[in-house]
Nanobody, 126 residues
Framework: VQLQASGGGLVQAGDSLMLSCTTS????????MGWFRQNPGKEREFVAG????????YYADSVKDRFTISSDNAKNTVYLQMNSLKPEDTAVYYC????????????????????WGQGTQVTVSS
């Protein structure tokens, strides 16, 4: 079971990036997917989540209206489109798969996820 996150990089404030998370090894039937981010010495922070059908999405207030999460189940891939990036968005971004109940409360909790990707670095310069 693997989650492979990619798409990170170094960009300037105001730029855009799209992260991808591809799952392999098994099919996460009816699983929810989430994106989290973390900086050294800080707790892992919820960014966005999407349910298995793609019909519900959840966002942290700090990224709402700038980030968009989407999924392509045929490709076993979840995307995070990040627009209007700010220096405070700098972090290692992780994707995760699990079975959180349909609410931002559960999607935002790392304990609700069973599998995690290795992370991809996003650095936003001012």
């Amino acid at each position: 079971v693997q989650l492979q996150a990619s798409g990170g990089g170094l960009v300037q404030a105001g730029d855009s990036l799209m992260l991808s998370c591809t799952t392999s090894g098994r099919t996460f039937s009816r699983s929810g997917m989430g994106w989290f981010r973390q900086n050294p010495g800080k707790e892992r922070e919820f960014v966005a989540g999407i349910n298995w059908s793609g019909s519900r999405t959840y966002y942290a207030d700090s990224v709402k209206d700038r980030f968009t999460i989407s999924s392509d189940n045929a490709k076993n891939t979840v995307y995070l489109q990040m627009n209007s990036l700010k220096p405070e968005d700098t972090a290692v971004y992780y994707c995760a798969a699990g079975y959180p109940s349909d609410s931002v409360y559960y999607y935002s909790r790392p304990s609700q996820y069973n599998y995690w990707g290795q992370g991809t670095q996003v650095t936003v310069s001012s």
